[in-house]
């Protein structure tokens, strides 16, 4: 699994000063490179469409990022090439994103789009022009265990720009034919280092939206969705209700809804409510306190092991449930072959299905799946 140091490497530019800062990195040490762009989305689709906004700053992959892209390996004297992926994008992020949501699930669709499209396919278009290594500005680290014969994928230097969460579905393949320059990094270093390269993105800001939703409004891209694909929203209304089965109220959708809001449930009460729990079946939705919202329990599928090629034992991990929590400690154990459990040792708040479970063992990333349940 070694590789010659002068094979082409294909730089994975989204147009941010993390890939740009790779590129220029990479360029400096003398590595043949070419640049790649994944067009994924039309950013004007549904722009002022059913109460979309009009304005598509902020988000990732806009045209403004492949002017950027494209005007940095210029910059570097690299060929750099745009792939239109947004058929596939659509297929395998996009529908499964809206599928998702109007079954009462959370999902992610950044590690749906790093698990699906990403990284497959740049490899393959990068093996079509030559390469057979990419490099990414993703914050992580991955190296070859001779112990293990595998490919270990750990966490970062800079831990506040850890982006392993969203990497867990990579293959032990993909691994072993892409490079993270940035992981020994921390990002002030790798703005600097883009600023002395005499890039112009070196102060651009990070993008914080998802592609396809600006402003956040999941609620609003899913009509509008629907809408352009000459769908109706689903009827979905139903109860709001409390633990023991008590109707406060009523709702217009399960969409509307994710584990642990509190805003917009059109409840009056004396302590604050917080969805606990969507049933898609029956269209209720179960509210309550604070408390409430926490579990010791998470049940995982679409199972993807890394440092481990499966799961047979119980084991000890830290478990992260969002990409912003802080993992705790748990004791995971196999169900079945696509299925684990995890037992926290304190109590978690908001676990949501839908969402992904990343297990780490100290920086290393065990695997991960997506949870099913929070009980």
Known sequence: MSHEPDNTIAVAMSGGVDSSAVAALLRAQGHELVGLTLQLW???????????????????????????????????????????????????????????????????????????????????????????????GHYARNHFDDSRQRWILSRPEDKSKDQTYFLFGLTQEQLS????????????????????????????SDSQEICFIPGGDYNTFLKAYLDEQGE????????????????????????SFTVGQRKGLGLTSVNPLYVLAIHPDSHQVTVGSDEDLYSRHLTADRLNWISIPELIEPIRVSIKVRHRHT?????????????????????????????????????????????TSNN
């Open 327 to 371: 993992p705790a400690m748990a004791t995971l154990t196999r169900i079945d072959s696509e299925t684990v459990r995890a037992l926290f040792d304190e109590p978690q708040r908001a676990i949501t299905p839908g969402q992904s479970a990343v297990f780490y063992q100290e920086d290393e990333v065990v695997g991960g799946g997506w949870i």
């Open 232 to 255: 109706d929203l689903p009827n979905t209304a139903g109860e709001l209700v409390t633990t023991t089965g008590e109707v406060l109220g009523q709702h217009e959708g399960i969409q």
């Open 177 to 204: 034919r892409t490079l993270f320059p940035l992981g020994e990094m921390q990002k002030p270093a790798v703005r600097q280092m883009a600023a002395d390269a005499g890039l112009a993105v070196a102060q651009k």
């Open 42 to 136: 039309n950013q004007r689709r549904l722009a002022g469409h059913e109460g979309m906004p009009e304005a598509v700053q902020g988000r990732c992959c806009s045209i403004d990022d492949v002017y950027d892209a494209r005007h940095v390996a210029e910059q570097l004297g690299i060929p750099y090439y745009v792939v239109n992926q947004q058929d596939r994008f659509e297929a395998d992020v996009v529908k499964p994103f809206v599928s998702e949501y109007l079954a009462g699930r959370t999902p992610i669709p950044c590690t749906l789009c790093n698990n699906h499209l990403k990284f497959d396919q740049l490899l393959t278009t990068a093996r079509q022009i030559g390469a057979d290594r990419i490099a990414t």
